[in-house]
């Protein structure tokens, strides 16, 4: 059973029913996991067409996996739902988004385990240090011993973020204040010095609150941490992908994050040349947290962000101890590429080797139902072709606007991708019926 729990407090929250809810609307990605055998319990439906299309880019029979879509916004427990809906089905194990409480719950009550743990118990074991280093103050506290380098921050209560913010701008000029727990930039407030000292001025005369303590994000309440850091140059976004267990850390692969305003947009991986220095420090560090994590139960994928300067000094973010918004497309690149109908393909290490891919978003010139988004790809030969292992893939389904589409690409090296990208953004700039991209896709006769 895939659980979709991507409405989880492990990464924000729970009183934010309204980020919450944005996040569960990627669920349907879940379904490029699905074996024969499978069901996929997800917070949001799952369209019909999205499905068939997944199962045949995959290969699995569409008659041979199930959804089930508890009732209501996913924040309730979903349990028994879940297992009226699946009868007598036999299954393996549980493996969720994130190991949180409601997995275990769900897991308990289905009377397996929690994948890839041998019981519910050794799960729940791993539950304190899960939740610790999925927030950006349980980081701090274990990263430098792990030989990681950090920005200079503080770890404070809300009221006592001003105070923070003051003296870290007095030492820098710049800042950057982030809540505990927060996912994709969520909540994240960017400071300079002379902003602040125009925004105190402006409310000094106007005899209001502190102007750092009105700016938070409603996160966490009073009682809820937030990490003031040196906001450093940041050249680059990176990341590692890792997986961790009994039988030791292995990197999965690495790649670029793509944000705006500190809030993740899209990936690149693996990571543009020339980076090896960067991989290098980014595996160093994910193989010390994966023994941490190893060493207190957890099994299971993580990863590490990371923050490169024009200079190339690295600087470690934050961890996800979860399954994140990469893992599952890379899942899905590696085993279309590799024709795994199985989904046992794992992809090996960071380096070269593998199809270049990303993922992105993009804006239609129209409000598309999904057959027609796809069939546009198609006419255009943009869309991913098994024969060459290329092209784009609508991995998330239909957007609840019907205009801002996820998407992924893949391709033999990053020009590749670049290209596909390219004449992506060219075709949907136009409606339907206007001008479209007629160079045809990288390395065809008429590119």
Known sequence: MLHANLVSDLAVDPGEREVLRAWAEQAPREAWLLRPGDVLVSPVPVGEEFLRYVCGLTGVPRDSVAVVVPPGDGTADACRHVVGAVGGRPLRAVLPTALDGAAIGLARALGVPVAPYPSVAAAEAALGVTGLLNTKAGFRSVAPALGMRLPDGLVRRRDGVPGAVRELLASYGR????????????GMLFLAEAEAEAEAEADDAADAPDPWTGGLAPVGGPEGLWVVERRIDVARSVSVQMETGPGGTRALFSGEMRTADGAFTGYLSPLPEPSAHVAATLEAWGHALGGFLAA?????PFGLDAMVTPGGEVFAGESNVRRTATTTPQAMVTRLVAGDVSGAGAGGGTGGGGPVWATGKVRAPVAYPFAAAVERLRRERLAYDPARAEGIVLYAGPPPDGLTWRYAVIAGDHAGVARYEELLR?????????????????GSRSG
């Open 426 to 442: 060219a075709s949907w700039a136009s409606a339907p019926g206007g001008p479209t991209a007629r160079s045809g896709p990288p």
């Open 296 to 300: 207190r139960g957890y099994a299971g």
């Open 175 to 186: 800042v950057v204040v982030k809540p505990d727990r927060s996912a994709g930039g969520h």
